[in-house]
T-cell receptor
Framework: DAKTTQPTSMDCAEGRAANLPCNHS???????VYWYRQIHSQGPQYIIH???NNETNEMASLIITEDRKSSTLILPHATLRDTAVYYC????????????FGKGTKLSVKP | GAVVSQHPSWVICKSGTSVKIECRSL??????MFWYRQFPKQSLMLMAT?????????EQGVEKDKFLINHASLTLSTLTVTSAHPEDSSFYIC?????????????????FGPGTRLTVL
C-alpha cells in the first residue's frame, strides 16, 4: 500500500497558485518525498523531490514540514496544461527503493 | 537528458497472440528498469523489476510466464505479453533508473516512458 494520503481531487483557477497537500506520517528517516504527475494517457513526469529542506525548481516548489509528516507541492502559476493527476510518493533514494503509486490528486485547472 | 522511449505507442492484437513492447533509455545507462500496468481510472501498478543481465523480479499476482521480461543491455528492456487476452488490455509503462548520471543529481532517479496502449480483441 502507498504510504501517503492525498485529496482525491482539487480545482485551481488558471494563473493562481496550486497547493497540493500530502500526508506521510509514517515516513522514515532515509525516505525522500517525490512528486510525479501524469497527464492523461501519458507516462508519469518527474516534478521534484526532497528530504527535509524546502526545494524549488523550474516546475514547482516543495514545502516539507519540520516533522516531515506532511508536504505541499506548489505550482506558482497554474496553467491549463498543468491539469493532471499528481502523485506524492515516499521512497528510499537508495537502489532498493521502488516507486509505489497511490491514487494521487486529480488537479483540474480551470480558465 | 534522461529520456525513456517505448515502442510501439499503441498496439491492437487478436486474442491468443503475443505482443512485445520495447523500452529504451536514450541518453543514459539504466541499472534497473521497471514495468507498470495501468487500467482505466486506476493508478499505476508495479508489475516487475529487472536488472540488466539477470532475471526479473515479479510482484505478487503477476504471472512471470505470461509477462516475459528481458533486460539484455543497459539501455533496453522488453516486455512480451504472451497469449494475450482481452483482460490484458491496458496501458503499459516502463521506467528506468539512472545508472550513469546524465546531469547532476539524477543518479538513481527514475524516469518514465510515454506508455504503450495495448488492446486485445
Amino acid at each position: 500500500d502507498a504510504k501517503t494520503t492525498q485529496p482525491t481531487s482539487m480545482d485551481c483557477a488558471e494563473g493562481r497558485a496550486a497547493n497540493l497537500p500530502c500526508n506521510h506520517s509514517t515516513i522514515s528517516g532515509n525516505e525522500y518525498v517525490y512528486w510525479y504527475r501524469q497527464i492523461h494517457s501519458q507516462g508519469p513526469q518527474y516534478i521534484i523531490h526532497g528530504l527535509k529542506n524546502n526545494e524549488t525548481n523550474e516546475m514547482a516548489s516543495l514545502i516539507i514540514t519540520e516533522d516531515r509528516k506532511s508536504s505541499t507541492l506548489i505550482l506558482p502559476h497554474a496553467t491549463l496544461r498543468d491539469t493532471a493527476v499528481y502523485y506524492c510518493i515516499v521512497k528510499d533514494r537508495g537502489s532498493q527503493g521502488n516507486l509505489i503509486f497511490g491514487k494521487g490528486t486529480k488537479l483540474s485547472v480551470k480558465p | 537528458g534522461a529520456v525513456v522511449s517505448q515502442h510501439p505507442s499503441w498496439v491492437i492484437c487478436k486474442s491468443g497472440t503475443s505482443v512485445k513492447i520495447e523500452c529504451r533509455s536514450l541518453d543514459f545507462q539504466a541499472t534497473t528498469m521497471f514495468w507498470y500496468r495501468q487500467f482505466p481510472k486506476q493508478s499505476l501498478m508495479l508489475m516487475a523489476t529487472s536488472n540488466e543481465g539477470s532475471k526479473a523480479t515479479y510482484e505478487q499476482g503477476v504471472e512471470k510466464d505470461k509477462f516475459l521480461i528481458n533486460h539484455a543491455s543497459l539501455t533496453l528492456s522488453t516486455l512480451t505479453v504472451t497469449s494475450a487476452h482481452p483482460e490484458d488490455s491496458s496501458f503499459y509503462i516502463c521506467s528506468a533508473r539512472v545508472g550513469l548520471a546524465v546531469s547532476r543529481g539524477s543518479y538513481n532517479e527514475q524516469f518514465f516512458g510515454p506508455g504503450t496502449r495495448l488492446t486485445v480483441l
